[in-house]
């Protein structure tokens, strides 16, 4: 693999343009440099959150929600705060993206004054305010975001509690009931001088119901194309929209690692008329899978969530690969079993994304092996994960009271 060709997720459509741009200007060179370039400018981006509100209000558990850490690793919940600072969090493979977790103001002799001086609202891309019900403290905090020229976005949590209490009534109609809760919270932040703001609805049990989908949604909205698609990769998998949304990053990154392997040394495969970096393959196959939540760390962690086996969740899975051992040896047995090696016609090829590229790379070249393969196999993951969530949430709703994240 050539300097710099580290699988990059992040890439968008105007690179992969770029990238042909400077292989056709400045060949293997000019390439290289754009891809240095690329990155550079990659690393310095950031998904800065700020988690707000009152101690208890469920900050911590929605940062660990957010970022799918486990006890041992997590921010920690349900105990009384005592700190006055900050605490970051960074995902664990994407360590751009941050929360951080804000101490709550009810915190016994907490310095508010002071905090509020020293904390630099600017340097965060938006903040969420957590909320059981609307205060004065958290008003502040709006306040300030708002100075500071940052969106912000107020989550009810507990929602699940609402609902069993609820639930046992004898008229009970829970679309209604949500209604209520969402009018109320927004009626009190409306009197508080708040206008009219929506808030999202959410329970740490289930993050395909209430409002977490379109909190999600609106926190998209609020960043750079680069900034949205790092933090969808960083989500854990709630549905199957939100692996849809994580597959479609994926693919335009694939576009330009497949430009990157162009400018790669090449390596014949054995017993077919193709050549393409193996290992270039697989160190991208194993960042997808990670991302899409199907390494074995990942596996085993839904498996003690959700309280089944791991062979449970793999059940009705297809693609046996997808959890093996990816190194260039499982790369090129997957290539001489693909449809790639059989049916590489530069007419097919070029009728899908850029056609130039066709012109420029010529066929059958690593370039276009690279680009078929991970499409391919990435297509296979999205089909695994998809088939694991659905195990894991057969699972969950098996159990009673639920699993945390599903
Ligand atoms: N039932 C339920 N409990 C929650 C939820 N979110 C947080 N909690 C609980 O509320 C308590 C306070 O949460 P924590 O995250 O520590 O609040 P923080 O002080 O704002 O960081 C903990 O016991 C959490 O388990 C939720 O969505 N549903
Ligand atoms: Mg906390």
Redesign the pocket.
């Given at each position: 693999m050539m300097a710099g060709a580290v699988p990059n997720l992040c890439y968008n459509r105007r690179d992969v343009l770029d990238m042909v741009a400077a292989y056709r200007r400045g060949g293997m060179q000019g390439l290289q440099l754009a891809i240095d370039d690329k990155n550079k400018q990659l690393s310095n981006v950031h998904v800065r959150i700020a988690v707000m509100?009152?101690?208890?209000?469920?900050?911590?558990?929605?940062?660990?929600?957010l970022l799918d850490l486990d006890d041992e690793e997590a921010?920690?919940?349900?105990?009384k705060?005592t700190t006055t600072k900050i605490t970051p969090y960074s995902h664990p493979s994407l360590p751009n993206v941050h929360y951080y977790?804000f101490p709550?103001f009810n915190t016994p002799n907490f310095p508010v004054e002071a905090f509020m001086k020293k904390t630099k609202f600017a340097e965060y891309d938006l903040g969420i305010i957590?909320i059981e019900r609307w205060t004065a403290n958290d008003q502040l905090l709006a306040k300030a975001l708002k100075k500071a020229g940052k969106p912000f976005h107020v989550v009810r949590?507990?929602?699940?509690?609402i609902v069993t209490s609820e639930r046992g009534k004898k008229v009970y109609n829970e679309d209604v009931m949500l209604q209520r809760v969402r009018k109320n919270c927004c009626s009190s932040l409306e009197k508080a001088g708040m206008g009219k703001t929506r808030v999202f609805l959410?329970?740490?049990?289930n993050l395909k119901a209430y409002d977490f989908p379109e909190l999600k949604k609106a926190v998209v909205s609020d960043l750079s194309d680069t900034q949205k698609q790092l933090f969808l990769l960083s989500l854990p998998n709630t549905s199957e929209d939100s692996i849809n949304e994580k597959r479609e990053v994926l693919r335009v990154s694939i576009e330009c690692m497949a430009v990157i392997s162009a400018a790669t040394a090449v390596i014949p495969v054995p017993g077919l008329s193709l050549a393409c970096d193996l290992v270039l393959i697989a160190s991208n196959i194993l960042v997808m899978r990670k991302i899409l939540g199907l390494d074995d760390g990942s596996l085993r962690k839904l498996s003690q969530r959700v309280g089944k086996s791991q062979d449970d969740l793999r059940r009705d899975t297809e693609h046996a690969w997808v959890f093996g051992e990816i190194k260039r040896e499982q790369v090129m047995l997957l290539l001489q079993r693909s449809k790639v090696a059989a049916a590489l016609t530069v007419a097919e090829l070029v009728l899908d994304f850029v056609p130039i590229l066709g012109s420029v790379f010529g066929e059958p070249t690593s370039y276009w092996v690279t680009r078929r393969m991970l499409t391919n196999l990435l297509e296979e993951m999205v089909e695994t994960a998809k088939i694991v969530l659905r195990n894991a949430e057969a699972a969950a709703s098996a159990t009673p009271g639920g699993a945390a994240g599903y």
């Open positions: 509100g009152e101690s208890g209000s469920g900050k911590s558990t929605l940062i660990n929600t921010a920690p919940t349900g105990f705060e977790d709550g957590v949590s507990k929602i699940d509690q959410y329970s740490k049990y």
